[in-house]
């Protein structure tokens, strides 16, 4: 698992990954590992992963997650009920949702090259 996130990049779009491995149910699915690893195994592990990165996530300055999150080509995916995994403690949810709205607004409103403060 280790190895196909990292091939993803920023932290963002591991956790977009992720996610999309999730089923409604909150089963997570990866061909590949259920293969060699077998589906609740794989499951298990994926899930774990996931958690791990929102942690990351949180660890992370905020000008580091405003630069990823403007990596992420539409961050509108970025959507807290697809981001974070359902089983994840509230408090982590409410801490996850406000970096990511306080990443968007910074990068939203920052001074881009070129332009000049009102």
Same mark, same amino acid.
């Not at 690893?37 to 000008?63: F, N, Q, T, Y």
């Not at 999150?69 to 981001?83: H, N, P, T």
């Not at 968007?104 to 881009?112: E, F």
């Given at each position: 698992? !280790?190895?196909?996130?990292?091939?993803?990049?920023?932290?963002?779009? !591991?956790?977009?990954?992720?996610?999309?491995?999730?089923?409604?149910?909150?089963?997570?699915?990866?061909?590949? $590992? +259920?293969?060699?690893?077998?589906?609740?195994?794989?499951?298990?592990?994926? %899930?774990? *992963?996931?958690?791990?990165?929102?942690?990351?996530?949180?660890?992370?300055?905020? #000008? #580091?997650?405003?630069?990823?999150?403007? #990596?992420? +080509?539409?961050? %509108?995916? $970025?959507?807290? %009920?697809?981001?974070?995994?359902?089983? $994840?403690?509230?408090?982590?949810?409410?801490?996850?949702?406000?970096?990511? +709205?306080?990443?968007?607004?910074?990068?939203?409103?920052?001074? !881009?090259?070129? +332009?000049?403060? *009102?």
């Amino acid at each position: 698992m !280790q190895r196909t996130l990292s091939s993803l990049g920023n932290v963002w779009k !591991q956790l977009l990954f992720t996610a999309s491995l999730r089923t409604n149910a909150g089963q997570y699915h990866h061909w590949g $590992l +259920e293969r060699d690893h077998g589906v609740e195994e794989s499951s298990a592990a994926i %899930k774990e *992963a996931h958690r791990d990165l929102i942690l990351k996530l949180l660890e992370m300055p905020v #000008e #580091e997650a405003v630069v990823e999150v403007e #990596e992420v +080509e539409d961050s %509108k995916q $970025l959507e807290l %009920k697809k981001i974070c995994p359902p089983m $994840l403690e509230p408090c982590l949810r409410r801490h996850t949702d406000y970096v990511l +709205e306080a990443a968007r607004l910074i990068s939203h409103h920052r001074i !881009q090259p070129g +332009e000049r403060a *009102a």
